[in-house]
């Protein structure tokens, strides 16, 4: 079964930027896409942004739209989040995750496999 590790979390001033990485241990592509999700202290895990695989579509949630980015290479199997103008409440623990293919991509459940989870911390 393909594993996912994130990386490239830490402790960033608003205003700031991050670049998450998510490298997965075998092939990605016999899935519909890859998504990152975050949850931040005593609250759900939430969506996100998400990336198939097939065609190249991006969604986003509302409130990261045009600061965040989400992009895969497939050939790597690598996945990242690059995140500007960072603000305080996008503290959280940021999830990469494989989606199978009845899942939907906005939903925890759309999705098989997990990482572990990276810390990304914005100070006000």
């Known amino acids: 079964q393909v594993q996912l590790v994130e990386s490239g979390g830490g402790l960033v001033q608003a205003g700031g930027s991050l670049r998450l990485s998510c490298t997965a241990s075998g092939r990605t592509d016999r899935n519909p896409g890859m998504g990152w999700f975050r949850q931040a202290p005593g609250k759900e895990r939430q969506f996100v942004a998400y990336i198939d695989h097939n065609r190249g579509y991006t969604f986003y949630t509302d409130s990261v739209k045009g600061r965040f980015t989400i992009s895969s290479d497939n050939a790597q199997n690598m996945m990242y989040l690059q995140m500007d103008s960072l603000k305080p409440e996008d503290t959280a623990v940021y999830y990469c995750?494989?989606?199978?293919?009845?899942?939907?991509?906005?939903?925890?459940?759309?999705?098989?496999?997990w990482g572990q989870g990276t810390w990304v911390t914005v100070s006000s």
């Open positions: 995750a494989l989606r199978w293919s009845g899942g939907s991509y906005d939903r925890p459940s759309g999705y098989i496999v």
